[in-house]
Every structure is written in C-alpha cells, then in structure tokens.
C-alpha cells in the first residue's frame, strides 16, 4: 500500500508542532512535531506511558497544550477546540459508551448531541455498516470486547467526522475481529477520512501508511514502513541450530550486542554498529548453528529505539 | 475443606487500611461527621427552647402589668422584640413567624386584679411546632401562682387565689390540639427532597468519571450547562412525585390541615428541588468518585435535617447554629410548607423565605458549573 501522493500544507488534516504537555513536574509529551496528510491512516507507537494518549487528547480538545501551536482540521488546538469537537470522532482507550444503554439508544444520544441531521436514518446506517442491526437492543455492558469495539467505532463515526482519533481500539479484541476493524479503516480512508491510530501489534503498525514512534514522550522516529526500517540503521542477524539458550546468554553484554531475542527456535542478534556486531559473532560463531543476516523487523527497530531513547531521555 | 488462616485475614485487613489512607476524603468525613454531630447534639440542640420572640400588647401601664412583664422576661423563655397596641399589626407578626407568642395583657388589668376578678391575659401563641411552645407555656402556669406574691403583701394577700390571681389563657394557633404530625409531616417534605434530590445528583456525574464515559462526554461539543440542566431536569419530576405523595400521605393518612393554597406549594417546591438538586451537582464535581459524593450528601442532609428546625426547634439553638441553619434550604422550605399548609401563608408572607433559596440556588449552580471541567486538565 502506498501513501497519497505529497501534500501541501492543506492536505493537512494534523499539523502542530513543539506540542508540549507536562503534568506538575513530569513532562508526558515533549516538543512533538506531526503533520498528518488528510486521508492517511497514521499509526501511533510507542511504549506504555510514553505519552500517546495525552498527544490524542491535546489534539481533539480534551486537554490544552503547555507550549506548541498547530492546528487539528485548520482550526487551532489551543482556542478552537470546540470545532475541533465537533469535527472529530475519537475512540478512547476503554470503552466509554453506556453500559447500561443499548446499542441503539447510545448511538441515539450521541447522534442527538451531535445534532445529526436526520437521526434516525443515521443510526440505522451506522448499525447497518457495522453488522449492528440485529443487536441494536442489546445492553452495551453485556457485549463481549469485538462488539464493543465495534459499537465505538459506530459511535465515535456517526457525526461524520473528518479525523478519527483511536487510541488503542483492538486491545483485548480477537484476530478476527481485528482484520475486520482494519479493514474498515481502511475503506473509511480511502473515502477520505484521516485516521491516527494507536496500537502496540506489529502487524497493524505495517497496516499503516505512515508511522511514528513515541517514547518518554519524545518522538523518535517517523514515516513510511521502509522509511523507520532504514532509518533505524539496524543489523540483525538470525540463527538457528541446537543450545541457543547458552549462546544467547553468551552474546549478551557482548559489544556492538543491542538485542538477543529467542524467537521459538530461531535467536535473533541486533545492533545499530553493523560492524562491531560482525566481529562479535565472527568471535563466538559455532559451526553447529547457522547464521543468516536478515532485514531487521519494525519490532527489532522499536525495541531498539526504545533502548536508544532509555539511555538518552528516562 | 479450606480452614481459617490469620494471614489471608491479615493481607485484607492490610489492604483496607491502605485504601483508606489513599482515600483523604472518605477519611475525612469518617472524622468529620462524628465532630459534626457532637457539635450538633452537644452544643445547637435544645428540646428546651428559651428566648423565644415574643409580642407585647399592653394596654394597661399599671405597676402589676409592669411586674408581670418582668416576671416573664425573667423567666428567660420570651424575648420581647415587638410591642404594638394594634391587634392586626400582632397577628400578623404571628403569620409571618416573627414571633412565637403574643401576649395581651388588658387595659382594666390592675383594677381586675385589685377586686380580685382574675383578669385574663390572653397568650396567643404560633403552635405549629409544640415542641417550640409546650415548655414556655409550661413555665407560664408555674409562674402564675407566685408572680406577685411580693405585690399582694397583708391585707392583699387574699387576692392570691390558689389558682393564681391571673387568668392566663393560651389560644394555640394554627395547630390548637398541638399535634406533632401536623408539624413533622409537612417537614418531612423538605427533609425527603434533601434527602433524595442532593443523593442522586451528587452521583450523577461521579458516576460518569467513574465509568469513564466522562472522558467522552468532554469530547463531543456538549456545554457544562447543558450537562448540568439536563442531569436536573429528569429529577426534577421525581421531586414533584414526591411532594404529591407526601401531601397524599398528609391530608389522607395524618389529617394535616391544608388552609393555604395548594398550586403555590407546587411553584415555590420547584425553587427548593432545584436549589437540592444543584447541591447534589456540586458535589458530584468536587467527589473523585461516587462513594465521596455519598458522604457529601451525608454530610449535607445533617444539619439539614437537625440545624433545619425540622427534628428540634429552630429558636431554641444559639445564635451560631441559628445562622448556620440560615443558609441551609431546607430550614427556609420548611417554614415555607408550614406556613402554607398550616397558617394558611400567602406569597407575600412567605417571600422572606423565596430569597435565600434563590441565592443559594444561584450560588450552588455556579459553583458547579464553575467547577465542571471541559477538558481532563
């Protein structure tokens, strides 16, 4: 899947930058600079606490800024955050509808507080394009985790906004549930919706157009999949053969040894020192295995951001 | 069969005394209230209420009225605020509440009590609450005997008849067989929407931040004023079924008498669930969770309920209660309910009470629409 093509200032759905948020002494979010092309679904990564809810918040409203400017859809997240509100759809966290309403009465109040023009046609779109309709008197609180998520999704959509803000919509939700999810995302972007998701699965962050990655609320690295993996400059090596324990234990601590991570029968290496890591594994190589340099994975990459950032910013 | 054992006891008991020691509030008033009540039922309670406000009508300026006066000041159960020599002016000064009793003392009083005739001081007292009257009149009888013993000396001393030289007579009003349900029943009113209306409000957007829909509530374009209004509102309606059954309950059950108008109840409860319900709102923005916004309610409906003049009578509390019970609604509804359904009060005569609930309502509401947050800062 490929990006839109290059934008414009106005092709902009997210543009701030220096978005700094600090609670008392803490600073969550530091300086973030993120500009968002409309139609684009932009993946949010990092670890937890690393600040990715609080940058969502500051961006639809919910919480103000303590330094940086920008603005979220053209309007300014600092003194238009109630256009902002009224143009966005976000998702939080934990589910956050009625649980003691039904589907169709929380997708009722939030159609009428949004002001919906003709309601009831909407919500029934929305249960219909969903797979809603036949559970639309069920109570929220009894829906396992797919249909609440689902039933999210229809809530925070039914305004029609322009921007939606998922903050880790598939956790706790089943594989298929899942792909059906992202499916749907994608075909809401590709009718024109920008879309920035949170999410802490590899495998969705590859589903994305473009990446960034936060951690202790620093923004390390962003851009297309290939862009984070080049940029990351990371060499990683695989192996296979018998004992891998004892030679991971071995390659630990060992220079230019970033990361040993056992992958069932296969022990990946990696480091950012191409060449240190080389002479390394020249050093402790065994014929018994066998070695093989791979392309590094976006886990591999993150993982060693994350290290990379531990030792400059925690 | 798994047995008893002092560790697993041990662990939850551990675990509730660091819950209670994160949670300040509930701490708090698990402190507070006990202190609230000992200051309440030790110090403001006072089944024997003195220095009650009284009117004088004199119409005889004898040395005997005078003596007599002075014995009933003396006996510290009346205050004499007024004196007036009109009787309406009196009455009214009754309707109102202004004063518990008026005493009218004759014009030929000396001249009666010299020929021995028992001339008759009429006491007219506001009897919707007999806790309020019953020992001031009690202390009246005991002080006829002897009030002027040092008067009548010799010759006079015939005149001390063994049912006193003085006829006092009581006309109770507005409750003439002094029944206490006549006086509790209508009380209760303001004591069930107090009671009710600040409960269910105060958890009403606790419970939202609670279950986190707080958080999606702040970001759709809904105004504090909206959600605050349209939390009232429903209850509202609740208040008002709850008015009508207690006015079923009244007229059927207790026979409270009903002499005011009815639809002018019905206006002016509006003001009072309104102002409760606004309460209840405030505190749901100042609890963090609905277990605090529960003791809030507790710790309002206390000295609603005894600094109110609803369980103990409102004059007999020194002055520092008084005025705390002056900024609490309900002391204001009830006189407000009392006075319609047993004095038969008009809007006039209840307008000194429409005020203060006003301004508490006002002052309630802005709190809590102050303190309702848009954003999660």
Avoid at chain 2, 139 to 150: D, E, G, Q
Wanted: hydrophobic share 45%; charged share 20%; proline share 5%.
């Amino acid at each position: 899947m490929s990006p839109p093509a290059a934008a414009t200032p106005t092709d902009l759905a997210i543009d701030v930058t220096g978005v700094t948020k600090r609670f008392g002494e803490k600073t969550v979010v530091n300086a973030i600079d993120l500009a968002v092309r409309r139609g684009e679904i932009y993946g949010f990564l990092g670890p937890n606490g690393s600040g990715k809810t609080t940058f969502i918040r500051m961006l639809c409203g919910l919480l103000t800024p303590d330094a940086g400017t920008g603005t979220c859809l053209g309007y300014d997240v600092r003194s238009q955050q109630a256009e902002i509100k009224r143009h966005v759809g976000y998702m939080t966290q934990k589910f956050s509808y009625y649980e003691d309403l039904s589907i169709r009465e929380n997708l009722d109040f939030i159609a009428r507080i949004y002001a919906v023009p003709d309601r009831r046609a909407a919500v029934q779109r929305s249960l219909d394009r969903l797979g809603l309709a036949n559970r639309s008197h069920q109570i929220a609180g009894q829906l396992s985790g797919g249909w609440k998520q689902r039933l999210a999704l229809a809530a925070c959509l039914i305004h029609e906004p322009k921007l939606l803000l998922l903050d880790e919509p598939t956790a706790g939700v089943d594989p298929k549930a899942r792909r059906e999810f992202w499916d749907e995302i994608h075909q809401l972007a590709a009718d024109g919706l920008t879309v920035l998701i949170t999410t802490h699965y590899m495998d969705e962050a590859e589903r994305c157009h473009r990446l960034a990655y936060l951690a202790y609320g620093h923004l390390l690295t962003r851009g297309t999949l290939a862009e984070v993996l080049a940029a990351a400059k990371l060499t990683t090596w695989s192996i296979t053969g018998p004992d891998l324990r004892t030679l991971a234990t071995t390659l630990r601590d060992r220079a230019g040894v970033e990361q040993v991570v056992a992958f069932g029968n296969t022990l990946h290496v990696s480091g950012r020192d191409a060449a240190r890591l080389t002479a390394t594994i020249a050093a402790v190589r065994d014929p018994r295995h066998d070695w093989k340099q791979i392309t590094s994975g976006l886990e591999d990459v993150f993982i060693s951001l994350m290290d990379e950032a531990k030792d400059n910013f925690a | 069969m798994p047995r008893f054992t002092f560790h697993r006891l041990w662990a939850i008991v551990l675990k509730e005394f660091i819950q209670m020691k994160r949670d300040r509030v509930t701490f708090g008033i698990m402190i507070g209230i006990p202190l609230m009540q000992l200051m309440m039922f030790g110090f403001a309670i006072n089944s024997d209420p003195r220095h009650l406000p009284a009117a004088l009508r004199v119409a005889d300026q004898g040395p005997f009225a005078r003596t007599l006066v002075q014995a009933l000041r003396t006996s510290d159960y009346f205050a004499f605020v007024h004196e007036t020599s009109d009787e309406a002016e009196a009455q009214r000064l009754l309707q109102l509440g202004d004063v518990q009793f008026v005493i009218n003392i004759p014009a030929d009083f000396t001249r009666q009590l010299l020929r021995g005739e028992r001339p008759t001081v009429l006491i007219e007292a506001d009897a919707t609450d007999p806790a309020a009257t019953g020992p001031a009149l009690a202390a009246v009888n005991a002080l006829a005997a002897t009030v002027f013993n040092r008067d009548l000396p010799g010759p006079l001393a015939r005149l001390r008849a063994k049912d006193g030289p003085v006829d006092f007579r009581v006309h109770a009003h507005y409750n003439p067989e002094n029944i206490t349900q006549f006086n509790v029943v209508p009380g209760l009113m303001g004591v069930v929407l107090t009671m009710t209306m600040v409960i269910i409000t105060a958890l009403a957007i606790t419970r939202e931040r609670e279950r986190g829909t707080m958080e999606n509530l702040l970001a759709t374009p809904v105004r504090p004023f909206e959600v605050i209004v349209g939390k009232i509102l429903p209850y509202i309606v609740v208040g008002y079924i709850q008015v009508s059954l207690i006015l079923v309950a009244a007229h059927f059950v207790f026979d409270v008498p009903m002499v005011g108008s009815l639809p002018l109840l019905y206006v002016v409860s509006l003001l009072f669930i309104a102002a409760n319900l606004a309460v209840g709102i405030t505190f749901s923005t100042l609890a963090k969770n609905q277990l605090q916004a529960v003791q809030m309610a507790f710790f309002f409906f206390l000295p609603s309920i005894l600094l109110s003049g609803f369980m103990f009578p409102f004059r007999g509390m020194p002055d520092w209660a008084q005025a705390v019970g002056s900024c609490l609604p309900n002391t204001h509804f009830l006189r407000i309910v009392r006075g319609i359904l047993l004095k038969g009060n008009g809007f006039s005569e209840i307008a000194p009470h429409l005020w203060p609930l006003l301004v508490f309502l006002v002052i309630a509401m802005t709190i809590g629409v102050k303190r309702y947050r848009q954003t999660l800062d």
